[in-house]
């Protein structure tokens, strides 16, 4: 089926009480303040999409749904002030949707292991190679996965759905993944130079960084958390910079938002090297160094020597504590 251009419509009706809705993961969807009414969202699809409807009336629930174009119009009809979701219409019909997204809760209550899901994936792919959930499975487990599974699964999947945007991500992390040939994965690996443009639309690279520590650090314009540490990730270089400190910064944004990268790098105000090549995720830079989650921070010694990897907005203590170290 080619998806190209089609547009589905969902109707949301609220009932009894206030509060908010918004559509995360697709563009043109705002928050929409609603009460005890039915708000109707346009969304023109290229091909099937995994959303979240994300509520809000004194608390936080996301129902999580499948759009696609089999059929123009989906209904959702969620009730306030019991804060659930009391119809679908589509639920029925649409098996491997609930099937899909049972294993996914039984992950989320911690009944089942990440590798369990994995797994279940694989098993998916190979028995309906052919129905986009196969294809939206294999675009978050190819990161976890050994290449030559990925491949093998993507090679299954293509007749039906290369010409899906989510086919063409994973053809671009196969081949980058390939090309990436060194990675940078055990303590004590050597930093790999990484070139890119800055904000000013310069080229330049971390070639010439010698003889210094080195705090390498990815993050992307859409990342909460890294706006969380953009502030003490400045005091620490103001702090240790003249001691022999300097921080990298990589951004993983793609093309398509290089104007939000650009935005928030000025609302940052990273005092250091801020580079991207605006190949997203799966450009040869974070597939270099193996990243899944951000912020991550990376600490090279003067020597160029991986010292420290780890991940996520509250260990900036400890890349400072080892970063102090390192300049004793």
């Known amino acids: ?102 294993m996914e809760t039984l992950f989320q209550k911690r009944l089942i292991t990440l590798a369990q899901l994995d797994e279940f994936k694989k098993r998916y792919i190979r028995q309906h190679p052919n129905n986009f959930i196969a294809v939206f499975s294999l675009s978050h487990i190819m990161y976890r996965a050994p290449i030559d599974t990925t491949i093998a699964l993507m090679n299954l999947v293509r007749k039906s759905c290369e010409r899906w945007p989510t086919f063409r991500t994973i053809e671009d992390y196969v081949s980058n993944k390939l090309r990436a040939t060194y990675k940078i994965s055990n303590l004590g690996d050597s930093l790999v130079d990484m070139s890119g443009i800055t904000i000013r639309g310069d080229s330049s690279s971390t070639r010439n960084i010698r003889g210094k520590a080195i705090l390498v650090y990815f993050w992307y314009s859409g990342c909460g958390p890294c706006r ?36 928030r790098s000025e609302e940052y105000d990273h005092l250091w090297m801020n580079l991207s090549d605006l190949g997203g995720i799966n450009g040869i830079v974070p597939l270099t160094y193996q990243i899944s989650a951000m912020p991550a921070f990376m600490v090279f010694d003067r020597s160029r020597k991986l010292v420290l990897s780890t991940s996520g907005n509250t260990e900036l203590p400890l890349v400072e504590s080892t970063v102090a170290r390192l300049l004793k």
């Open 1 to 102: 089926m080619d998806f190209a251009s089609a547009q589905t419509e969902l109707a949301v009706t609220w009932r009894a009480g206030r509060g908010y809705l918004q559509i995360a993961g697709f563009a043109g969807c705002p928050v929409k303040t609603i009460n005890d009414s039915m708000t109707l969202y346009k969304l023109s699809v290229n091909e099937p999409k995994h959303l979240f409807l994300i509520l809000d009336a004194g608390k936080h629930i996301k129902a999580r749904f499948w759009i696609d174009t089999t059929r123009t119009q989906r209904h959702l009809t969620i009730d306030a002030s019991s804060h659930q979701i009391v119809s679908r219409d589509w639920i029925k019909m649409d098996t491997d949707y609930v099937l899909s997204d049972s």
């Open 228 to 263: 969380q540490i953009s502030a003490p990730l400045k005091s620490l270089y103001t702090r240790y910079h003249d001691q022999g400190l300097e921080i990298v910064s990589f951004s993983v944004d793609e093309m398509a938002h290089k104007a939000d990268w650009i935005a």
